[in-house]
């Protein structure tokens, strides 16, 4: 993700495309695993609750603030594989 300084270009975007949809469909797996202390009704409201945020993020213009949802979404994975639910990070 280079080609455009501050605005992510057409490029930009195709370039990424693969790459979210794949951390989007892991996400929605890792929702699934049985590691997890979650009932049907949390499952399905997590499930809701990444698709509404990738839905809201897919209008994102900016480089960095869509780099920083990557960078987001990667940590939020590994922290379900590990069986854990990420929550809020105080900054």
Known sequence: MAKGLIWATAEDLARNRQRVLSLYRQI???????????????????????RT?????SDERSVHN?????DTAEYCLSRLKNGEIPKHIPT
């Open 53 to 57: 945020i990738f839905m809201l993020g």
């Open 66 to 70: 869509i780099a920083d949802l990557i």
């Open 28 to 50: 929605l797996r890792s929702l699934n695993s049985p590691k997890l202390p979650l009932n049907l009704g949390a499952r399905l409201a997590k499930k809701a609750e990444v």
